[in-house]
């Protein structure tokens, strides 16, 4: 039996070279030669004021965190649809998850239901771009310019993505990406903090530098590097960046590659649609996705576990996705709904998620969906 594995990280071929140069030149801690690479290729897709490498998205979220300065009690809008660093970075600082329902066709957050649950309390805005697809961007700055809240984007998904032609991670204050070995472009462990509000961007420097000035002190704007304020170690030592370089140097052709993929299952899948057995992704004309997962949508739970169990026994590794937010146990004790959960509960049991990385051979894609038809088909 051929085994498909939901996931299988690609490697451009230059990586293990790139490493090994960082370690000839003497460079194995954070922020060297192809660490400032990896800022400037990122400065430059999103045209921001400052970007940087974290050890991963979760880092990148809590120095988001601290940098909206958020205190006990205050509050963050988010879907409950996500995965928990999204959340957990601002309860580390005191603050309330605020859980809002998702949108039936891309499942993310509903932004009409956002401008109802803001409150005195409310400090930023947190949306996530699901599957790689951008959340309505242009409504929800309107809505944070309009109350005075950060926009704080989780693109952990959305790296090479795009809403209405603008890079994913260019519209928030901050936002902040992931590298680690389940997206599209990796380095095992990893992400980045975008800084599109220049007004973070030093600040952003010396909490990633563990509250300390030293990155001014290597560029020579001061004589000696001191504690400055709170802060912690965010950066990734320079054999990730390395790693990671030699992705975003293949990122186009990685993303083309994911997107070949993609397609062809949304191809052979539409049958099924059209029989009614099953929904396939909706992607809104504004956006462009990167091919990040393909999904399906099931009738019920009981169906996408057996599903699931049938692919399984057949070498075919799926998954779910997200047990939402608002229904795990620190969900309860640490958030607060906001509204009906529907959709979310609804989609989050009745989700499966396909395999998907840049290898994956069509034939291998056919065996798959065939497998599907036979089960859903009876």
């Keep these: 039996m051929t085994i498909v594995p939901f996931n299988k990280p690609y490697m451009t071929g230059k990586e293990l070279w790139y490493i090994s140069q960082a370690h000839h030149a003497g460079q194995l801690a954070g922020d060297g030669t192809y660490t400032k690479k990896c800022h400037t290729w990122l400065q430059k897709k999103h045209d921001c004021s400052k970007a940087l490498l974290t050890h991963s998205c979760t880092a990148a979220l809590e120095m988001s965190a601290i940098l909206a300065d958020v205190k006990e009690g205050d509050e963050v809008i988010m879907p409950s649809y996500t995965f928990v660093s999204t959340a957990n ?5 005191g603050a309330v998850p605020v859980f809002i329902d998702i949108r039936p066709d891309t499942l993310n957050l509903d932004e009409t239901l956002v401008e109802s649950a803001i409150t005195d309390k409310t400090r930023a805005i947190v949306p996530v771009h699901y599957a790689g697809v951008g959340c309505e961007m242009d409504t929800l700055q309107n809505i944070a310019q309009k109350h005075q809240l950060l926009l704080i984007e989780d693109a952990a998904q959305g790296l090479m993505a795009t809403y209405k032609d603008k890079p994913l991670g260019s519209f928030g204050d901050l ?35 563990k509250g300390t000035n030293r990155s001014q002190f290597f560029r020579g704007q001061v004589d000696k590097y001191t504690w400055i304020e709170k802060g912690s170690s965010y950066l990734p030592g320079e054999l990730i960046a390395a790693f990671l370089y030699a992705q975003l140097e293949e990122a186009e052709q990685i993303i083309a590659s994911r997107l070949k993929v993609w397609d062809y299952y949304h191809e052979l899948l539409e049958p099924l649609e059209k029989e009614g057995k099953l929904r396939r992704p909706i992607i809104p004309k504004e956006c462009q996705h990167n091919g990040h997962m ?61 395999p998907l990385f840049p290898l994956l051979q069509f034939s291998e894609i056919e065996r798959i969906v065939s497998l599907i038809k036979i089960f859903l088909e009876g």
Excluded at 89 to 93: E, I, K, M, P, Q
Excluded at 313 to 342: D, K, N, Q
């Design 89 to 93: 970075a601002f309860v580390l600082r």
């Design 175 to 209: 936002s902040c990406f992931s590298f680690h070995e389940t997206k599209n472009i990796i380095s095992g462990e990893g992400g980045a903090l975008i800084i599109n509000n220049s007004r973070f961007t030093e600040e952003a420097e010396i909490i990633r530098e």
């Design 294 to 354: 393909y999904y399906i949508l099931l009738e019920n739970l009981d169906t996408r576990t057996r599903l699931i169990e049938y692919l399984k026994a057949e070498g075919i590794y799926s998954v779910f996705h997200y047990v939402p937010l608002h229904s795990s146990p620190a969900g309860e004790h640490y958030g607060r709904v906001h509204g009906s959960m529907t959709i979310t509960n609804q989609l989050s049991d009745n989700l499966v998620r396909l």
